[in-house]
């Protein structure tokens, strides 16, 4: 693997509420949101943006796991 020594900003191809965002990978395990044509960055650490993921996916397999039983 590279180590992020210096920021990658990349444009998504999907939308948000009808716009384009652009996703900003910074070093210090930081990754900044902003909608595509503003200035306004929302930040959060990369732990953050990974607890999100295991809880959305723990409760997708919870839900299945759920309508299974039924």
Same mark, same amino acid.
């Given at each position: 693997? +590279?180590?992020l020594n *210096?920021?990658?900003?990349r444009? +998504?191809?999907? +939308? =948000?509420?009808?716009?384009?965002? !652009? !996703?900003?990978l $910074?070093?210090?395990? !930081?990754?900044?949101?902003?909608? $595509?044509r503003t200035?306004? &960055?929302?930040y959060? +650490?990369l732990?953050?943006?990974?607890d999100? /993921?295991?809880?959305? =996916? &723990?409760?997708? @397999? @919870? /839900? /299945? @796991?759920k @309508?299974?039983? *039924?």
């Open positions: 693997m +590279t180590p *210096k920021t990658v900003n444009r +998504t191809i999907g +939308t =948000h509420r009808g716009r384009r965002f !652009v !996703v900003i $910074e070093p210090g395990d !930081v990754i900044g949101f902003r909608p $595509e200035r306004t &960055v929302f959060t +650490t732990a953050a943006c990974f999100m /993921a295991v809880r959305q =996916h &723990v409760a997708a @397999k @919870k /839900a /299945a @796991k @309508k299974g039983n *039924k």
